[in-house]
């Protein structure tokens, strides 16, 4: 399988603490790669890094090859670097359906204004956005609240929403920040079996996550961090055996590993 995002020597430094400390590992094309680690590991800072809101201290990520560290954020994402929305970018006085037709639109700047005037340009592309907003919420089983108003929508429903929007700017790599965190059982399941669809739909997942279940579930491979730096790389079951991954969670408040 050919490599879709490459992270070599990632370093980040704040002051004298190096968060992150020459991480390399690659997310292969439509696999589905968990960062895990305990809390402070340094988890949060690497994804920082990776959507270029943070600029390393040293190394680089590539994209199919092209260097994106050093871009700004929005650049990166166009370049298909995508981390899905916070729920803060979701317009809750809008629709679902209209939030991911916008989202198309942030792909290109120029019509967002046509949408917003209502001119005959925009009503071309907001038929053929509409069109792509539409396979957007079937594949994330949000086809019957299209028509909701987002502020409306339960967390679950959320936070599918902030994923949609994020399929709209049409990613090649999709980071997902804790998808499943303050979600009950069922809404992880949902949540779980979503991420599964994208995949199989051809999209390369990336996702830093808490729960452990759910990430040994869906993960074809885990990058395993401790203080900064990477301790284990292997898949669900060569982690949960892994005398390293077990040593740092016992050391550690947060749940055990799932075994
Ligand atoms: N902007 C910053 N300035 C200074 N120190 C920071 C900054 N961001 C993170 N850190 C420190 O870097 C280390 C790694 O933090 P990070 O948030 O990346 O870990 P994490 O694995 O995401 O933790 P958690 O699971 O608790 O979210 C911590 O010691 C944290 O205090």
Do not use: C, W
Not at 10 to 35: D, H, M, P, Q, W
Not at 150 to 175: E, F, K, M, Q, W
Request: charged share 20%; glycine share 10%.
């Amino acid at each position: 399988m050919a490599e879709m995002l490459e992270v070599s020597g990632l370093t980040k430094r704040f002051g004298g603490l190096v968060a992150v400390n020459n991480v390399s590992f690659s997310v292969r094309e439509k696999e589905i790669l968990s960062v895990i680690g305990p809390n402070g590991a340094g988890k949060s800072t690497l994804f920082k890094l990776i959507s270029s809101f943070l600029k390393p201290t040293t190394g680089e990520v590539r994209l199919k090859g092209e260097r994106i560290s050093g871009l700004a954020p929005h650049i990166a994402a166009r370049r298909g670097v995508v981390r899905t929305f916070q729920e803060t970018t979701i317009f809750k006085n809008m629709s679902v359906r209209d939030n991911v037709i916008i989202a198309h639109h942030l792909r290109s700047k120029a019509s967002l204004f046509g949408f917003f005037l209502g001119t005959g340009a925009a009503r071309a592309d907001e038929a053929a956005f509409g069109t792509s907003a539409d396979e957007i919420l079937a594949l994330l089983g949000l086809s019957p609240l299209a028509g909701e108003t987002a502020r409306n929508l339960p967390h679950g429903h959320l936070r599918a929403l902030g994923i949609a929007i994020g399929l709209a700017t049409n990613p090649s790599i999709l980071l997902l920040d804790e998808p499943f965190a303050g979600m009950n059982h069922d809404e992880t399941m949902r949540m779980v079996e979503m991420v599964r669809r994208l995949r199989e739909r051809g999209l390369t997942i990336l996702l830093v996550e808490h729960d452990m279940p759910a990430v040994m579930k869906i993960s074809d491979r885990l990058v395993v961090l401790n203080f900064g730096q990477k301790i284990a790389e292997g898949t669900p079951s060569e982690i949960q055996a892994n005398e390293k991954v077990i040593e740092a969670y016992l050391g550690s408040e947060d749940e055990a590993i799932g075994l």
